[in-house]
């Protein structure tokens, strides 16, 4: 069974992208970046595993699969203080990793 773990912000700008949203951009291994990053900043690969970025699948939220979606949404938050290479306005105090 292939499940997503849906992340809630884009890694690089800490941007809020929720499980609903199309503007998430996610590499083969989930890393998860917003749609302007991916295009400006990442040129659509991954910083992490230079992999290709695709579009994030928008996850169904109604119904009884719905629900059990929910359950799988991470709300992990992980932010990649280095993943944003050109623009380096993310020193090391912004590099905040989430512990679960
Ligand atoms: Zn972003
Ligand atoms: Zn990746």
């Known amino acids: 069974m292939f499940l997503l773990d849906l992340r809630p912000n884009c890694e690089c700008c800490n941007k809020d992208l929720p499980s609903e949203t199309h503007d998430a951009m996610i590499c083969k291994y989930e890393c998860t970046f917003c749609r302007d990053c991916a295009d400006n900043r990442l040129n659509g690969i991954c910083p992490n595993c230079l992999r290709n970025l695709t579009?994030?699948?928008?996850?169904?939220?109604a119904g009884p699969a719905g629900e059990l979606a929910k359950h799988l949404v991470s709300t992990k938050r992980v932010l990649k203080g280095s993943g944003c290479l050109e623009?380096?306005?993310y020193s090391q105090e912004r590099l905040i990793r989430a512990e679960t």
């Open 55 to 61: 579009q994030r699948l928008v996850r169904p939220l």
């Open 87 to 89: 623009n380096n306005m």
